[in-house]
């Protein structure tokens, strides 16, 4: 069971366009731009549609060798110490790939953007850093890029590891944080996939979507007659 795409106005945004924040050469106190080398941080996840972050550019691309898991537990972005939800990690596999965005910063962007990521990705989400070879989808791209990536492993508190697909879409329906529903989390990044690298295949990920779209319309049986369920408020899970 496939869900019909969203309306245009409701389909997923592109990564939000550049900030670019550094001070211009002989501004009244302003610093000369840093000229050190450029920083690539790759997404997978929530990083696809919201970095959060200032960055130079981004571009939409792969890396080999890892496949994208619904294997991380989150208690605070997309879930609770209560009913945790689940959020991608990597796990190494051969042959495999991910893809995903990864984003230029420079200069006064790069502190920036790791304190921000340490944060968010490390002391909030339980994720370490690796480094890997990011291929942008551009044809006239020519060697890959070394990229920064955040992962969560099986050592960190928070890991959930390996379930079925039926039994995550039914923690996802059942997870909110302060960053919004899980649910919000894995359609959002359904559609990024499909309307960003349509020529990618994800099964986990898609197949982990149509168990939650045929979990969905049983959460609204019930025996009550539509008068009844009417006039009787919805009480919620919690």
Not at 93 to 122: D, F, H, K, P
Not at 210 to 228: H, N, Q, R, V
């Amino acid at each position: 069971m496939k869900r019909d795409p969203l309306p245009l106005e409701e389909r997923p945004e592109p990564p939000p366009a550049p900030l670019l924040s550094a001070a211009a050469p002989g501004e009244a106190g302003g610093a000369e731009p840093e000229l050190s080398q450029p920083v690539w941080i790759f997404g997978y996840g929530s990083l696809v549609w919201r970095p959060g972050f200032e960055f130079t550019s981004r571009k939409v691309g792969f890396i080999r060798g890892y496949s994208r898991r619904f294997w991380q537990g989150d208690t605070f972005h997309r879930g609770s110490e209560r009913m945790p939800g689940r959020v991608v990690t990597l796990l190494e596999e051969r042959g495999a790939c991910t893809w995903g965005v990864a984003y230029e910063v420079r200069g006064e962007q790069i502190a920036a953007s790791l304190e921000y990521l340490n944060m968010r990705e490390g002391v909030l989400g339980g994720y370490d850093t690796k480094l890997v070879k990011f291929h942008p989808q551009e044809k006239d791209a020519e060697e890959p890029i070394l990229a920064l990536v955040y992962i969560a492993t099986p050592q960190n508190p928070s890991y959930l590891g390996p379930a079925s697909e039926e039994d995550i879409a039914a923690q996802i329906i059942v997870s909110s944080g302060c960053a919004g529903h899980n649910i919000e989390y894995l359609l959002r990044l359904a559609d990024f996939m499909r309307y960003f690298c349509p020529q990618a295949e994800d099964k986990h990920l898609f197949s982990i979507e149509e168990a939650l779209i045929s979990i969905l319309p049983c959460l609204y049986c019930t025996e009550e007659s539509p008068e009844e369920t009417a006039s009787v408020p919805l009480k919620s899970k919690g």
